[in-house]
């Protein structure tokens, strides 16, 4: 199956309207950057960094767009209860973002525009609405005239009236119509001097919408490929940033819509005006960046997602078996499960032939199918989780743990490089557990376990080497060799004694 794509618009899915090889231009709607990430800020991010490394997967060359808001009321109540100035918040807010982006390897964000970096831009498109009759300026102000646009409400699917009985518009006596937006806000009394830009309607700033438009239009053209946010930003940002691009350029302001379903603890929506809110920074030092990110792709992008302390520690649970296998794989081949360069691309060939082949490759192809219905990534994570199984069995069936012949070895190793390359596209598994839940120099963590393990087997050693059963140090010896084992349990280190020598890992 060609890919295909659910479009909020069409309200339907539709086939990609784009080849392999093309390229495709996404803009996702990034943060108001006025207090530390929590984990709803994540979910866009995480689901469209990975519908980007599909698409690359696919062929197709991405340039994909995330703004930062950085000048709105939010910014400027918040500052001030800081004692701090709306630049100074937004700059250490913004850096706060991109660390949690980091960590939880969202790598494929292009460009990161400003709002404060653009507002020529946006006056400019204000001016030009005015022009054009779809815009007025009333008193310091400039609002969108929505009775001017025919298609206002069609990404909802709902007339303007609809459109205000069921939301939260601003009241302003300034307006024509009360579902008319502002595209510019004029400077109030005591407002900061460094949130007041000049325009020809005088000091203000712009209003949230035109911030989107402009950025998007400007990095990537009046027509984007891919438009992406959450759910809960359909109306009215969307529906104001359809109307309002459509307007000011006369073309199509987007191909497709999508819109990620959102954080749920328990029945109500994840968010700061809700008060359930758990930064990154906090939930990291409960569970690792790996967890929180398979947790979020394990449902359909469109779904909500369930947030629990007792779901993630069933994503955790879930993940060990994926690194029991890691360990398995360097100790059959020599070789890091995180060092395979696999093949990388729906048509590139595995190239192996075996009883394990048959095996592998439908689920390669059963993988790339979810993938190709509408990014379901849910699916792609159990497609994961059948074919661990399958590697595994094959090892036992094989002996490959005691018997490594180099036939067999190499069909195991091109078995992993297929899970590498189908979890890399989810962007799973892109650093050692061990390393990412211990931190520091990886290196001084593995020699210090080695040494750990030597000293250990040393006692081990001594103990087996004293034949009468019944002697005191026997016992003591013994004694110590299972208390280092528990105390490396308490933080969270296993050791695992096997014939060819004691292996550990975290968890």
Not at 189 to 194: L, M
Not at 365 to 373: K, P, T
Not at 426 to 451: I, K, R
Request: charged share 25%.
């Amino acid at each position: 199956m060609a890919l295909q794509v659910y479009s909020t618009l069409a309200r339907r899915k539709l086939p990609f309207h784009k080849q392999p090889g093309d390229t495709v231009t996404m803009y996702v709607c990034g943060p108001t950057v006025y207090k530390p990430s929590h984990i709803g800020h994540m979910v866009g991010p995480v689901i469209f960094d990975t519908v980007k490394r599909y698409l690359t997967y696919l062929g197709y060359k991405v340039k994909w767009v995330v703004n930062i808001t950085d000048v709105d009321d939010k910014l400027i109540v918040r500052a001030k209860e800081l004692g701090t100035t709306v630049p100074a918040l937004a700059a250490k807010m913004t850096e706060d973002y991109f660390d949690c982006l980091k960590k939880l390897n969202v790598t494929g964000i292009d460009a990161f525009p400003r709002a404060t970096e653009h507002i020529p831009g946006m006056i400019a498109m204000m001016q030009t609405l005015i022009n054009k009759g779809y815009a007025y300026a009333a008193g310091g102000d400039v609002y969108f005239d929505v009775s001017k646009d025919a298609d206002y409400g069609k990404l909802c699917n709902r007339d303007p009236e609809q459109l205000e009985a069921g939301s939260r518009i601003e009241v302003s006596e300034k307006k024509r119509n009360p579902g008319d937006f502002a595209l510019w806000k004029g400077a109030k009394p005591g407002e900061p001097p460094e949130v007041q830009y000049d325009s020809p309607w005088g000091k203000g700033r712009p209003g949230w919408h035109i911030e989107c438009s402009v950025m998007a239009t400007t990095l990537l053209g009046n027509t984007l490929d891919i438009h992406g946010g959450g759910l809960d930003l359909q109306f009215p940002h969307h529906e104001n940033e359809i109307a309002q691009s459509e307007c000011a350029t006369g073309v199509e302001f987007a191909k497709v819509w999508m819109h990620n379903g959102l954080l749920k603890m328990g029945s109500a929506k994840m968010a700061g005006s809700v008060g359930n809110v758990v930064n990154i920074a906090d939930l990291l030092k409960r569970h690792s960046a790996e967890t929180v990110r398979l947790l979020l792709l394990s449902t359909h992008y469109r779904s909500p997602i369930e947030y629990s302390e007792e779901r993630l520690e069933e994503v955790k649970r879930s993940l060990e078996g994926f690194y029991r296998f890691f360990e398995r794989f360097e100790r059959i081949t020599g070789q890091s499960f995180y060092n395979l360069r696999p093949p990388f691309g729906p048509n590139d060939p595995v190239g192996f032939s075996s009883p394990l082949n048959d095996q592998v490759l439908p689920l390669r192809a059963r993988f790339i199918e979810v993938m190709n219905d509408d990014f379901n990534t849910g699916a792609a994570v159990g497609v994961l989780f059948e074919l661990l199984p399958v590697l595994n069995r094959y090892a036992d069936s094989e002996r490959l743990e005691v018997d490594r012949r180099a036939s067999s070895q190499h069909e195991f190793i091109l078995g992993g490089a297929v899970l590498r390359e189908l979890s890399a596209i989810l962007g799973l598994f892109w650093e050692p557990p061990a390393q990412a839940a211990l931190g520091g120099d990886s290196q001084l963590t593995a020699g210090l376990m080695q040494l750990l393990i030597e000293l250990r087997n040393n006692l081990r050693a001594m103990a087996k080497a004293i034949t009468d059963k019944t002697d005191p140090t026997k016992k003591a010896l013994f004694d110590q060799t299972d208390l280092i084992r528990k105390r490396l349990g308490e933080l969270g280190v296993t050791l695992e004694d096997r014939p060819d020598g004691t292996t550990w890992r975290v968890g």
